[in-house]
């Protein structure tokens, strides 16, 4: 019997939408990634610095999706709803929605000629409408019960994002949202492909959407001592994932959303040019460490990417390309880096890249979007660079022998031969994930 599984049992990636501070589409956001760009500001810059309280917090710099007309790759939700509905909508669901639109589009699906019973939607977020709870307490305590919106609580939920796709677009089959703070757009994608190994459904929009662009969420990850303060004066340079002077992650906002779709399906549509690449593994794990720091040896994230390796029936060094957490903070990148020793050590020829240097962290969005970002660069034969990268490693306790066996593609991207990609994320509650994508091969 052949050991090459059949088109109904294989997955594949043929649509991809984006909303990132790169701008708001796949195309501004590849060239970004192309051009070595960033999209991270300064709050300094935001129209209610001082009246919102954004000047009372140490970090000055953010990841935001930039506003102005769709046209030059920017965000205004009129862009893409009427005004009414854009008002019954929080803002991680609007961008959910925008970079479904674009996926479901790119993909060339005709919704129309499809069991719409038969297509799903997983698609989660980290912390939901973080701005209408805000908004939305401050309200109730300055004006009380009556001046509530009647749609606070459907704006903030988290499932909205997928809900509200689901209406939209009138998709039946599976609806499913995952939170797992920084992991949960790996877990969505990774839910999706399970959902069609499964036969729950033939096609999935998958992937996940943030916006904590409010004061009291940056002031708290400022608190945790989370967030970058040292260069405050120079916003483009603050995300230095592996770097020396790394010293903290820039929060940021956006969406990233793919379209998971049974081969066979792909096949009888004969949409084989819409394949971006085949997801092969899905891993996960947990740390049961410590609430929001990894252990040093990277255990939780080494048993995810091992048993992503092992469920696509690949070895370490199979593997081309890693889209890396690393998020730019000391303990994380290192735990991360210590990981890949333990597992790629023996690699000789692995890169390694985050391109959180390019747009922050976007939190439960991180990575579905950088899913994104490492499943284009198989299909091109790219690697995303890790712009801001001068030393690699270097901080006082890392160790200089485990970060000078791989290539972290500095500053700029390049051309390499990628026939397979890993893509990590990790979350605070020591929650772990991985999937591994593969070149596309009839």
């Not at 009556?146 to 988290?158: A, G, S």
């Not at 048993?303 to 998020?327: E, G, Q, S």
């Not at 020829?349 to 939190?363: D, M, P, R």
Request: proline share 4%.
């Amino acid at each position: 019997m052949s050991s090459v599984p059949s088109a109904a049992s294989r997955v594949v990636v043929t649509g991809l939408g984006l909303v990132t501070p790169l701008g708001v589409g796949l195309k501004h956001n590849w060239q970004g990634i192309l051009d070595s760009s960033c999209g991270i500001i300064s709050t300094t810059s935001f129209p209610d610095y001082e009246t919102a309280g954004w000047d009372k917090i140490p970090a000055k710099v953010y990841g935001k999706v930039p506003r102005g007309s769709l046209k030059d790759g920017k965000w205004d939700p009129l862009d893409h709803f009427e005004l009414a509905e854009s008002r019954r909508l929080g803002i991680f669901s609007q961008f959910a929605i925008a970079a479904a639109d674009e996926a479901i589009k790119d993909s060339k699906l005709d919704l129309n000629n499809l069991d719409r019973e038969r297509i799903g939607i997983t698609v989660g977020s980290g912390v939901g409408s973080f701005d209408d709870i805000c908004e939305g307490t401050t309200t109730y305590d300055a004006k009380g019960y009556k001046r509530m919106n009647p749609l606070f609580v459907p704006k903030l939920l988290i499932n909205m994002a997928a809900g509200n796709i689901s209406i939209r677009h009138g998709i039946k089959g599976p609806l499913h949202t995952a939170s797992t703070a920084c992991a949960t757009g790996l877990h969505s994608i990774g839910d999706a492909y399970n959902f069609i190994k499964n036969d729950y459904a033939d096609v999935m929009v998958a992937g996940a959407s943030e916006s904590v662009n409010h004061p009291l969420g940056l002031s708290g990850f400022a608190r945790a001592r989370s967030l970058v303060t040292d260069f405050n004066d120079d916003p483009s340079k603050a995300s230095r994932p592996f770097d020396a002077s790394r010293s903290g992650f820039v929060l940021g906002e956006g969406s990233g959303v793919l379209i998971l779709e049974r081969l066979s399906s792909v096949l009888e549509r004969g949409a084989q040019d819409q394949i971006y690449g085949e997801v092969l593994g899905y891993g996960l794990s947990g740390d049961a460490h410590h609430i929001t720091a990894p252990a040093t040896t990277g255990d939780g994230a080494y048993r995810a990417m091992a048993n992503t390796l092992k469920r696509a029936k690949l070895n370490p060094n199979d593997i081309d390309y890693i889209n890396a957490h690393a998020t730019s903070t000391v303990l994380g990148d290192r735990a991360e880096n210590n990981a890949i020793n333990n597992l790629f050590g023996d690699h000789k020829n692995l890169s390694i890249s985050s391109t959180k240097s390019a747009i922050g962290h976007l939190l439960g969005a991180a990575g579905s979007v950088e899913a994104i970002y490492a499943i284009k660069g198989l299909k091109e034969n790219i690697l995303p660079p890790t712009i801001n990268l001068e030393k690699v490693g270097g901080h006082p306790d890392d160790d200089p022998e485990k970060f000078n066996k791989f290539d972290y593609v500095p500053k700029v991207a390049r051309s390499k031969e990628i026939n397979y990609a890993l893509c990590n994320s990790f979350g605070f509650g020591g929650v772990n994930a991985s999937i591994v994508f593969g070149k596309y091969n009839s």
